[in-house]
């Protein structure tokens, strides 16, 4: 079985903080995404990489940055965590682009205070 | 408006009730993807089609590529089906971009 894992469930950082959200995958897959789900939003890409080192911005990339030093790990950064950054964060991965379904971690809920 | 459209937002049912979501979406696509998540946050594949029809237990889907239409059914419904369904399109190849709809929330009672 595929295994996307994030290293928190919940976290509570205060307004200012630099936030680090870490996701790993044990399937040696090329591409790893970063979303964030609001009510009523639904998912929203925020950074995509195709391969280590390698990075695309999704559609709500402001006030985030990705690393992706090796293939299985993939971090979201937020430089400076605003309230509005307040959500619930899914991290996925899949084999390679084509149609191949992604695989997603059990979420980090972030609140910022 | 939305380039993935779902109905109905919530749905209440009965166990043992037959069920229906919608999903429909405005853009071209190589394949929709039915995704189900449970409270807590973790998220499932469910299914991916391009074409006709999947059956996996008592959950079907299908998709009609010319109305742009996709629908998920659960048979006999039962309260751990309760879940949010997700409905996401790919677009074409050449693109990493999944598309989501805002789902429909499910609620199965005894």
């Known amino acids: 079985d595929v295994k996307v894992t994030q290293s928190s469930r919940y976290l509570v950082k205060r307004t200012g903080e630099k936030v680090f959200l870490e996701c790993v995958q044990d399937?040696?897959?090329?591409?790893m995404f970063w979303y964030r789900q609001d009510p009523g939003l639904g998912l929203r890409l925020i950074y995509f990489?195709?391969?280590?080192?390698?990075?695309e911005k999704g559609d709500i990339p402001e006030g985030y940055s990705v690393s992706r030093e090796k293939k299985e790990r993939f971090s979201l950064i937020l430089e400076s965590a605003s309230t509005n950054q307040t959500s619930m964060y899914l991290c996925a991965s899949r084999p390679y682009e084509g149609g191949e379904t992604q695989y997603f971690g059990p979420g980090t809920r972030l609140l910022v205070l | 408006k939305n380039e993935v459209e779902q109905s109905p937002q919530n749905l209440t049912a009965q166990e043992g009730e037959f069920i229906t979501i919608n999903c429909s979406y405005s853009?071209?696509?190589?394949?929709l993807h039915w995704l189900q998540q449970h409270p807590g946050g973790g998220i499932v594949s469910l299914f991916m089609l391009s074409s006709g029809k999947k059956k996996h237990g008592r959950l079907i889907a299908t998709i009609n590529i010319q109305e742009k239409h996709s629908s998920l059914h659960i048979t006999a419904s039962h309260p751990r089906d309760s879940a949010v369904y997700i409905c996401a399109v790919i677009r074409p190849s050449g693109t990493y971009k999944y598309i989501f709809g805002t789902g429909t929330r499910l609620k199965v009672l005894a």
């Open positions: 399937m040696d897959h090329e591409n």
């Open positions: 853009v071209g696509i190589s394949a």
């Open positions: 990489s195709y391969d280590v080192k390698m990075k």
